[in-house]
Structure formats: C-alpha cells, structure tokens
C-alpha cells in the first residue's frame, strides 16, 4: 500500500505590522515609521497593510548594507 506525504500547513508568508516588528526585534513605532520612510515595504490586503516575509528579509539586507557602509 502506498503512503500519501502528510502535507504540512504553509508557512506564514504574509505578516501584522506588529509580527514584522516583533520578529525585527523593533518596536510597532520602529515599524511604522520605517515604513512611512519607505524602508519596510507592504502590501495591501483589502484594508490591511501586511509585511511578507521576502519584504522583511530585504529590510534586514538594507540595515546590513548600511552597517559595512559605515564601517
């Protein structure tokens, strides 16, 4: 008898401004200013601003370029 793969829930990919900042280690503030800045992109889901995941990934590519920019 063959066995039919368990498929596990997908993994979060679209984040509350206030998960992006917790998993940043920012605060909600922090969050939404970077975004008025244009830093933290997001996206719109009806009426809900939400940070994908590859979107917080590319913020913390920019916080890193910047530390060796100033190194």
């Known amino acids: 008898m063959a066995t039919v793969p368990v498929e596990l829930p997908p993994e979060h990919r679209l984040h509350r401004i206030e998960v992006a900042a917790e998993v940043l280690s920012i605060k909600r503030s922090t969050a939404y200013e970077q975004i008025r800045m244009g830093r933290l992109r997001t996206v719109r889901v009806g009426r809900r601003r939400l940070v994908p995941t590859e979107y917080i990934e590319e ?4 916080l890193k370029r910047e530390a060796e920019a100033v190194a």
């Open 59 to 62: 913020y913390v590519d920019l």
